[in-house]
């Protein structure tokens, strides 16, 4: 019983922490105004014709690759834009970026799901900046959005994953406007999304180190 309510209460301490407070100010959209904002996105020809490219290791992310439980679920694959990003060269050897781009009126990165078809369906959305662009532009504390700071994703040199997914130390926040997420709105994974009809990976970002 004692078990029980434990898991009850971490349960209802993750969709809490991950639940969306609204805008903390005038400048942010609404997860409305996020989701008409990307609605032509549902088309994956329309993203790329705007500029987003998918993640040149083809990699569809799940929770399990990360070494966490299968459970949570998968982030799919991201789409992005190498512009707003300011990433201006192939990995070397991990992305990195100039861009402190925080914007979710336009998104990005996308996310989207590989389906059984072979055709890609829009899930949720994403920002991410890189941390040392940040930091130089003057920023001491996490971009945040809805007064929820971003995540801080590095890796850990002591695992066998890259917990940063192949960048450089980063901030990131998804955002799932599209595919409901039991775990909450800012979740990183999500159990309502999966990667069984991901093509195989060639060279994935996230692969073991040596």
């Known amino acids: 019983m004692l078990n029980t309510l434990l898991a009850s209460a971490l349960s209802l301490a993750l969709v809490t922490a991950t639940a969306d ?25 329309a993203a790329l014709a705007d ?4 993640d ?14 299968a459970k949570l679920g998968a ?11 300011g990433i201006t060269a192939p990995p ?4 990195d970026g100039t861009g402190t781009y925080t914007d979710f009126h336009h998104p990005a990165v ?9 055709s890609m369906q829009l899930i949720g959305v994403e920002n991410l900046v890189f941390e040392k662009a940040w930091k130089a532009a ?14 801080h994703m590095i890796d850990n040199p002591a695992t066998k994953v890259d917990e940063a997914h192949g960048f450089m130390p980063h901030f990131d926040r998804h955002v ?17 999304v999966t990667c069984k009809y991901a093509k195989p990976m060639t060279m994935p970002m996230t692969a073991a180190k040596k």
């Open 21 to 45: 407070p609204g805008p903390a100010n005038k400048s942010e959209p609404t997860l409305d105004q996020i989701r008409a904002a990307v609605q032509k996105y549902k088309d994956v020809k």
């Open 51 to 54: 500029g987003y490219i998918p």
């Open 56 to 69: 040149p290791s083809g990699m569809c992310e799940t929770a399990a690759m990360m070494g966490k439980p």
């Open 75 to 85: 982030m799919g694959m991201h789409y992005f834009r190498p512009d707003l990003l």
């Open 92 to 95: 070397n050897p991990k992305v």
């Open 110 to 118: 996308l996310l989207y799901e590989p389906e059984a078809d072979g």
């Open 138 to 151: 003057g920023h001491t504390q996490p971009p945040s959005f809805h007064g929820v700071p971003f995540d």
């Open 176 to 192: 799932w406007v599209i595919r409901d997420n039991p775990n909450g709105v800012f979740a990183q994974y999500n159990p309502n």
